[in-house]
């Protein structure tokens, strides 16, 4: 390894890429301007998505300082700081909105939509809030080293350091602990727009519609739930909680919708699958997909069991942490993070977002 890497590091010191002094050779995108535009129909579109994420994130934590009264928050370990973060984490989202609508261009680019939301607490939106930030943080991480567009990339890598710090910060406030995984999954454009597409009611006329596919839902209908343990574990900076929310064997119930459904802002999109029966549970959780047995239950209803193992295999650490997107699929072909949207095609419903820990 070594005795061949030093001729190329010898070389590349003494004269570099492009001539210049200390710049080895290789690299991509240099030695031109950079152009911050989509430079492909599935650049435009992946960005859309994200731009409909980051109006959502916008809306949704305005709409939670707007809907319960200080007391409300203080009751959830939730003070005056901690709402201005909040509010800082909006205006945050302002910044990320109009660094996306720029590269689209202010005419194509999607414009900002009504949303419904599922929570009537604050620590069930702050739930929510965790959640949705996970899909908008993976959405991203699984088109950004797909894009024809390296210098549109580079900017949106820089908003989307930004949402995974919020996502950790809202698992802080829920008292779990930050980050209980080694890696962070992507998921495909699919799998996000299925994920974001029932929260948006609707959306200005002629808005641009998007071309990623709506995937059947899937409920976990027994779901562990982190927003119920508000006298256990307050907003912490960090929590060894006791027991973990759930473990390697619990039975998860699940219940799925057949396709054909409206769905989306204006009910103008609808869910289709290219899926045959049902097998299998697909688990997105860090560098892996690993699919359990699907025992199907009755008319789209079924369980499958949580799976162990470590993500480097024995004492290092558990691979089934945090919040994990699974899915039922009618084969378990092996992908991994980079080849992902082979997925699409097996999918029968999902994702659905399983609160491991
Ligand atoms: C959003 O909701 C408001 C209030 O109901 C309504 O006036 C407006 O037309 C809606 N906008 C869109 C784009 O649907
Ligand atoms: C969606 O509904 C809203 C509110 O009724 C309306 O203002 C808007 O024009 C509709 N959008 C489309 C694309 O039909
Ligand atoms: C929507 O598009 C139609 C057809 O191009 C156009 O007549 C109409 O004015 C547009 N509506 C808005 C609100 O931009
Ligand atoms: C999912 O299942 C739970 C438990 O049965 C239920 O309360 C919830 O309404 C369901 N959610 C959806 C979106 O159907
Ligand atoms: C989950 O499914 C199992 C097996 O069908 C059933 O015994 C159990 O009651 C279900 N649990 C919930 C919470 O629905
Ligand atoms: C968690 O439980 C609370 C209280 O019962 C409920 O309001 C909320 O919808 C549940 N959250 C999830 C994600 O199931
Ligand atoms: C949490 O504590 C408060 C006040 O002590 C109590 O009113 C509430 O019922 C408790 N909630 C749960 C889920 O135990
Ligand atoms: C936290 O959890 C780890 C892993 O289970 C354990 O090794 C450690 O002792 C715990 N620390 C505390 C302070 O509970
Ligand atoms: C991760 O999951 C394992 C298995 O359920 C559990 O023992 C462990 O406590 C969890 N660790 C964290 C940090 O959540
Ligand atoms: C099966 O379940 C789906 C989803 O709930 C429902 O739309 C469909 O009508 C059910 N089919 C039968 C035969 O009951
Ligand atoms: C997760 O993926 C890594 C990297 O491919 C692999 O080494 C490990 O065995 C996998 N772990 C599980 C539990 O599948
Ligand atoms: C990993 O641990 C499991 C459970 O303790 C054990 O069955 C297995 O043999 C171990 N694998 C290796 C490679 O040590």
Redesign the pocket.
């Known amino acids: 390894m070594l005795r061949l890497a030093l001729p190329f590091a010898l070389a590349a010191v003494t004269r570099g890429a492009f001539g210049a002094p200390y710049t080895p050779s290789g690299g991509l995108g240099f030695n031109s301007t950079p152009v911050y535009q989509p430079m492909s129909d599935f650049d435009f579109q992946s960005l859309a998505l994200a731009l409909h994420q980051e109006y959502i994130e916008l809306d949704l934590f305005h709409h939670g300082l707007a809907m319960f009264s200080d007391a409300e928050f203080e009751a959830a370990g939730l003070g005056a700081h901690d709402r201005f973060l909040i509010e800082f984490m909006a205006d945050q989202e302002v910044g990320h909105a109009t660094l996306i609508s720029n590269i689209l261009g202010p005419d194509a680019a999607p414009k900002q939509c009504n949303y419904t939301y599922p929570f009537e607490s604050v620590r069930d939106f702050v739930d929510f809030s965790q959640k949705l930030t996970r899909f908008g943080e993976s959405g991203v991480y699984g088109f950004l080293e797909h894009l024809d567009s390296r210098a549109a990339a580079s900017l949106v890598l820089e908003s989307i350091t930004t949402e995974a710090r919020q996502q950790m910060i809202f698992r802080q406030f829920e008292g779990l602990f930050p980050m209980p995984e080694w890696f962070i999954p992507g998921i495909t454009q699919s799998m996000a727009w299925t994920l974001l597409a029932p929260y948006i009611t609707s959306c200005p006329e002629n808005n641009t519609h998007l071309a990623w596919q709506n995937f059947p839902a899937l409920n976990i209908t027994n779901n562990p739930n982190a927003s119920v343990l508000t006298n256990e574990t307050g907003p912490a900076i960090t929590h060894n909680r006791s027991t973990p929310l759930s473990s390697p064997g619990m039975t998860v119930n699940l219940t799925w919708e057949n396709p054909g459904l409206a769905v989306g802002p204006n009910g103008s999109y609808t869910t289709s699958t290219s899926a045959e029966t049902p097998k299998y549970v697909a688990w997105i959780s ?3 997909t ?1 699919f359990t047995d699907l025992t199907v239950a009755g008319n789209n209803t079924g369980t499958t069991i949580q ?7 024995n004492n290092t650490f558990s ?1 089934f942490n945090g919040t994990i997107f699974i899915m039922i699929t009618d084969d378990n072909p092996y992908v ?1 993070p980079f080849n992902l949207s082979m997925l699409n095609d097996h999918v029968v419903a999902g994702p659905a977002m399983y609160q491991s820990g």
Do not use: C, R
């Not at 799976?307 to 295999?313: E, L, N, Y």
């Open positions: 860090q560098l892996n690993t799976p162990g193992g470590q993500i480097f295999g691979t991994t």
